[in-house]
């Protein structure tokens, strides 16, 4: 199994209306792509960043989809992103494979 995991730090005082965004917008545009099976939202309980942060995780079967994500729809959905919440939040991704 692939993961493409975002971790992304958002300003508290935006939180809980960034989060509702994520789940009623973002998350079902990513899933809509049809190029993964599942997700997960998770919250960093002891993260040593100011704000709160959080991993959205992504998980497909072939390294395929993930490679068409980047070049068929990363840069359009992150722009959405950033245009909403701009200078509000941090993000960074790792790609990672499960050995189990």
Known sequence: MIVYNETIIVEETIYDEWLSWMKGVHIP???AT???KSFQIL????SPNEGVTSCVQYYT?????INKYFTEHLSSLNAVHQQRYENKFVIFNTLMESVD
């Open 29 to 31: 545009a990513v899933m």
């Open 34 to 36: 049809g190029l993964f």
């Open 43 to 46: 919250k960093v309980i002891d």
């Open 61 to 65: 079967e072939k390294l395929e989809h």
